[in-house]
């Protein structure tokens, strides 16, 4: 399945056309909600600029944003099940989804440089321990710099075997794609990260 972040944003729809789009799309997550893969894809390809754009609004970091809208879609295949369409739309749903792990990400890295300053305040002598730390967040800022140049097709494979712990046949059957595929995506990803890695 093909990323689709990189596509414009939805125009505004008329009137009349909300309904239908909102019926389509209440259809396309029952049959996620019962393991149709076809139906996740369309899914995937509606929500996916507006997820985006809400991740990129709340991190404005486009790899960081890039990544909480994979995994908030994600979560929105896991999640089909447990949708229901009395609380509200698919669309606001999915919204909803992406923006709590948006705002989590932010806390997280907040938190994490409070506690790198609170370290440094209250024990000097671990700054040099505090040097790693920031270290390694500089190697990961290169690393996301890094998959920004793979293609759409090698990013989501490593994001979603690196970051979300998917085992190569698990993201081959959420994405609905061959095993194969899934397989040279991985690799031929590695390859040029290491790469970009090496050349920075």
């Known amino acids: 399945m093909r990323s689709t972040f990189l596509l414009a944003p939805a125009q505004p729809l008329p009137g009349d056309v909300r309904p239908r789009r909102a019926e389509r ?6 049959r ?3 393991g149709d893969r076809t139906a996740y894809t369309g899914l995937y390809e509606e929500l ?3 997820v985006h754009g809400i991740a990129l609004r709340v991190l404005r970091d486009p790899a960081q944003a890039e990544e909480v809208a994979q995994e908030a879609l994600l979560e ?4 089909a099940p447990s949708y229901r369409p009395e609380r509200g739309s698919v669309a606001a749903w999915a919204c909803t989804i992406a923006h709590r792990r948006a705002v989590d990400r932010v806390r997280s890295v907040r938190a994490a440089c ?12 671990r700054a040099e321990q505090v ?12 690393v996301r710099r890094a998959l920004s140049g793979l293609t759409a097709g ?10 979300g712990g998917y085992s190569q046949s698990q993201i081959a059957a959420a994405l609905g794609l061959p095993l194969g595929t899934v397989k040279s995506r991985t690799r031929d990803g590695l390859l040029r990260l290491r790469s970009a890695l090496h050349d920075g």
């Open 131 to 142: 040097a790693e730390e920031v270290e390694r967040s500089m190697e990961a800022a290169r």
């Open 32 to 34: 996620t909600a019962r």
């Open 76 to 79: 929105v295949w896991r999640s």
């Open 48 to 50: 996916a600029p507006t």
């Open 25 to 30: 799309l209440r259809g396309l997550v029952d």
């Open 114 to 125: 409070e506690r790198e300053q609170r370290v440094v305040r209250e024990d000097p002598t």
């Open 154 to 163: 090698q990013r989501e494979a490593l994001v979603l075997a690196y970051y």
